[in-house]
């Protein structure tokens, strides 16, 4: 039986080198052949891919979905959903859950991976439940980390809540590239002794062990791998696709894959690959190895963070403290998988409790806010004495938060009455509320040719940096 390989180059692998700057008209071209290369899906929307069409690109997501799926007739499409925060930074109500799955499967997505950065189970359900419901492949992953709490046994148990929940198949979410070679082994061997449905491995090359990772994974049974076509992989981005595929070749399992196709889909990328090198779009840094990934247990980008905040506090000698801090405030703040949101939440703390000179003098309110719970259940409970320290007699949430929120679609849809042109501009505006009004008006401008200079096109800055 021949492995799977899912191609990332439309989605994660440009959002980990380029920030997600890939436009549609760069992306068409090639589509009809990644379409005939036989990849178990082509995925190419979601993560920060909506965010960055409407924020930096001047295009509509869901238009960029249609014209996707309409080159790709033979292969299934997949997205990545941060499971109640769909793919914005907040939680929504059910019913905007609902309803965005209920739209991105009607345009043309066929699996959706859902994930939670607390691997909150809660998190992860309704989301799930609508893709059933719409007929989609409901694929949920626990996001891979390292500490005193997650084991084996751990990640075993959250893939078969998911799997009762109705899940398709898992996903081992490694971001930050943390999964060596024998530990990929042994977790496949114990998820694929453990549940009946599909195992899919994704990882970031990060740390420079990602290939070997596939290559002992796929001995232990894994299902499917994430890999990208060579001119966007290694770096932050995946593993690429043809040396994995040449590897395999003649093996019980072979992907079938034609290298021939795969090195002219490989020639158009690397064509774009030096226009974003020329535009600086594409930096050096990323392309090499990051082996502080393997020592301090933490993703490249937040390693980047660390270093300009503390430049911006003039406290650039304090770096190895901070680097020895965040473990500590992580174990804190009940061992959560360092993706965002939660990277950003432990790194800011430890900057700041390295910096004030005391720990906890200062509290940013989102550390407040992972302690009353308003992010979901953390791995591993949080002491009394953390919880005192950090938000004093404040009561916690002990519910799923998305409990507390009230249906909000009727309200979105009257606020952003003025600006729909097609039902899908509702779940813009409820993403994105003000980057999606300047879009709004960009669309209208360049439908009725109005000056645009008439149009305000400021702010446009990303949360994310």
Request: hydrophobic letters at 40%; a negative charge.
């Amino acid at each position: 039986m021949g492995i799977k390989i899912t191609d990332t180059s439309l989605r994660d692998a440009h959002q980990s080198l380029i920030a997600t700057r890939m436009t549609i008209d760069e992306i068409l071209p090639i589509v009809e052949k990644l379409d005939k290369v036989g990849f178990n899906s082509l995925e190419c929307w979601g993560g920060a891919t909506f965010d960055a069409c409407v924020r930096f690109l001047n295009e509509d997501p869901w238009e960029r979905l249609r014209k996707i799926r309409d080159k790709a007739k033979n292969t299934k499409l997949q997205m990545l959903l941060r499971g109640q925060n769909l793919l914005g930074y907040k939680h929504y109500a059910d019913d905007v859950v609902d309803y965005f799955v209920q739209k991105a499967v009607a345009n043309g997505m066929d699996i959706i991976r859902i994930f939670d950065a607390l691997n909150d189970a809660r998190n992860i359900e309704r989301a799930l439940k609508a893709c059933k419901k719409e007929g989609g492949h409901a694929q949920a992953a626990f996001s891979y980390t390292i500490s005193p709490f997650h084991s084996l046994e751990q990640f075993v148990k959250d893939a078969k809540v998911y799997v009762e929940m109705g899940a398709d198949s898992i996903c081992i979410k490694d971001m930050a590239g943390l999964l060596t070679p024998y530990q990929a082994y042994d977790l496949v061997k114990a998820l694929k002794e453990n549940i009946k449905v599909p195992i899919q491995l994704h990882t970031h090359y990060t740390s420079g062990v990602a290939s070997m990772t596939y290559i002992k994974a796929i001995e232990a049974g894994v299902d499917i791998v994430d890999c990208a076509i060579s001119p966007l992989s290694m770096g932050t981005s995946q593993p690429p696709v043809e040396p994995l595929v040449a590897t395999l070749k003649g093996t019980q399992y072979d992907t079938g894959y034609d290298l021939n196709l795969l090195s002219e889909i490989a020639s158009y990328f690397t064509e774009l690959k030096e226009k974003y090198l020329k535009t600086g779009l594409l930096s050096t840094k990323v392309m090499g190895v990051d082996i502080n990934t393997l020592i301090y247990q933490v993703p490249g980008g937040m390693l980047s963070n660390l270093v300009s905040q503390l430049k911006q506090a003039g406290k650039e000698d304090k770096f190895m403290d901070v680097l020895k801090e965040i473990p500590n405030v992580r174990a804190d703040l009940g061992y959560p998988p360092l993706v965002t949101p939660t990277s950003q939440i432990v790194g800011t703390q430890a900057v700041m409790n390295v910096i004030s000179g005391e720990r906890y003098k200062m509290v940013p309110k989102e550390t407040k806010g992972i302690v009353k719970g308003e992010y979901g259940r953390t791995p591993a409970p949080i002491s009394e004495e953390i919880v005192k320290k950090i938000i004093g007699d404040e009561e916690r949430i002990s519910c799923r938060p998305a409990d507390l929120i009230p249906n909000e679609l009727d309200n979105i849809r009257a606020e952003a009455a003025e600006y729909i042109e097609q039902e899908e501009d509702v779940l813009t505006y409820a993403m994105f509320p003000q980057v999606a009004k300047k879009f709004f008006e960009f669309r209208k401008a360049q439908k009725y040719k109005i000056d645009p200079d008439m149009v305000d096109y400021e702010n446009r800055v990303h949360p994310l940096g």
